[in-house]
């Protein structure tokens, strides 16, 4: 089933655990959240932006795109912005041939694969993050994603093997640390997850979804007072009744966590 990327605060919450609770449907989404360690714009960075702005932005990344499409940066960035406006199948098609223009560079494949991953092709996505992997077998990245398409193809002892890795690589990386924890969500071990995630929250460089994921876990418990304060704390004001916002429409009835119940 393939998902169109949400936006507002009532889809929040499926972004930040998309990983774990649009797999559980049997969709497939795109994480956001976290610091962005690839040096490209991703589609987090492109999100809340006016009509004008959009209209400004997409003529000059598909220009830059369309002169030099194997140029790495400029391919990655329009792919990204394309996600960020909901058109999946686009973006999955500028990262193919991104990548088949690289075929000698796992920054393309590991891009290519994310792309696929979002179209809910996993067996393809694993196929070409394991391409990524034997070419950049140093990067933490390719095997939290190869985690995260393992997950969503319910093979979860696989997955956190891929995670440990990364782990090993990145120590103490939050963003993994999260990936982990909603492995965790997915085989219902929410008091394994909630370890996993304060780890994460704990580090330096956490994002804000990564605070949120552990807020959202917290209300799963039922912990709600806690899940409140933990999503308010350290944000600003506005962040924080964004935050509480997608909690509540996390754990309203007919919401995200009530569907993900019904198969405990």
């Given at each position: 089933m393939k998902?169109?990327?949400?936006?507002?605060h009532?889809?929040?919450?499926a972004?930040?655990?998309?990983?774990?609770?649009?797999?559980?449907?049997?969709?497939?989404?795109?994480?956001g959240?976290?610091?962005?360690?690839?040096?490209y714009?991703?589609?987090?960075?492109f999100?809340?932006?006016?009509?004008?702005q959009?209209?400004?932005?997409?003529?000059?990344?598909?220009?830059?795109?369309?002169s030099?499409?194997g140029?790495?940066n400029?391919?990655?960035?329009y792919?990204?912005?394309?996600?960020?406006?909901?058109d999946?199948?686009k973006?999955?098609?500028v990262m193919r041939q991104?990548?088949a223009l690289?075929?000698?560079?796992?920054?393309a494949q590991?891009?290519?694969a994310?792309?696929?991953?979002?179209?809910?092709?996993?067996?393809?996505?694993?196929?070409?993050?394991?391409q990524a992997a034997a070419?950049?077998?140093?990067?933490?990245r390719?095997?939290?994603e190869?985690?995260?398409i393992?997950?969503?193809m319910?093979q979860?002892?696989e997955?956190?093997?891929?995670?440990?890795k990364?782990?090993s690589?990145s120590?103490n990386?939050?963003?993994?640390?999260s990936?982990m924890a909603?492995?965790y969500?997915?085989?219902h071990?929410?008091?394994t997850?909630?370890?996993?995630?304060?780890?994460a929250v704990?580090q330096?460089d956490a994002?804000?979804?990564v605070?949120?994921?552990?807020?959202l876990?917290l209300?799963?418990q039922?912990?709600?007072?806690?899940?409140?304060r933990?999503?308010?704390?350290?944000?600003?004001?506005e962040?924080?009744q964004q935050?509480l916002a997608?909690?509540a429409?996390a754990?309203?009835?007919?919401?995200a966590w009530?569907q993900?119940?019904?198969?405990?």
């Amino acid at each position: 089933m393939k998902t169109n990327n949400p936006t507002g605060h009532a889809s929040r919450a499926a972004i930040v655990l998309a990983a774990g609770l649009v797999a559980l449907s049997g969709c497939a989404s795109v994480r956001g959240g976290g610091i962005n360690t690839s040096g490209y714009r991703m589609a987090e960075d492109f999100a809340g932006l006016s009509l004008s702005q959009q209209a400004q932005v997409s003529y000059r990344l598909e220009s830059a795109y369309l002169s030099r499409p194997g140029r790495l940066n400029s391919g990655i960035e329009y792919s990204e912005y394309l996600k960020a406006t909901g058109d999946y199948k686009k973006a999955n098609e500028v990262m193919r041939q991104v990548a088949a223009l690289n075929p000698g560079s796992g920054e393309a494949q590991l891009f290519y694969a994310r792309s696929q991953a979002a179209l809910g092709y996993y067996p393809d996505a694993l196929r070409t993050v394991r391409q990524a992997a034997a070419l950049s077998p140093n990067d933490w990245r390719v095997y939290n994603e190869e985690g995260t398409i393992l997950d969503q193809m319910g093979q979860p002892m696989e997955a956190r093997m891929r995670y440990r890795k990364a782990l090993s690589l990145s120590p103490n990386n939050p963003d993994v640390l999260s990936a982990m924890a909603t492995s965790y969500v997915l085989t219902h071990d929410l008091p394994t997850a909630e370890n996993f995630l304060r780890e994460a929250v704990n580090q330096r460089d956490a994002g804000s979804d990564v605070r949120v994921n552990l807020g959202l876990v917290l209300a799963l418990q039922g912990k709600q007072e806690e899940a409140q304060r933990v999503v308010t704390a350290g944000v600003s004001a506005e962040e924080a009744q964004q935050n509480l916002a997608a909690l509540a429409a996390a754990t309203a009835p007919g919401g995200a966590w009530e569907q993900y119940a019904v198969g405990m």
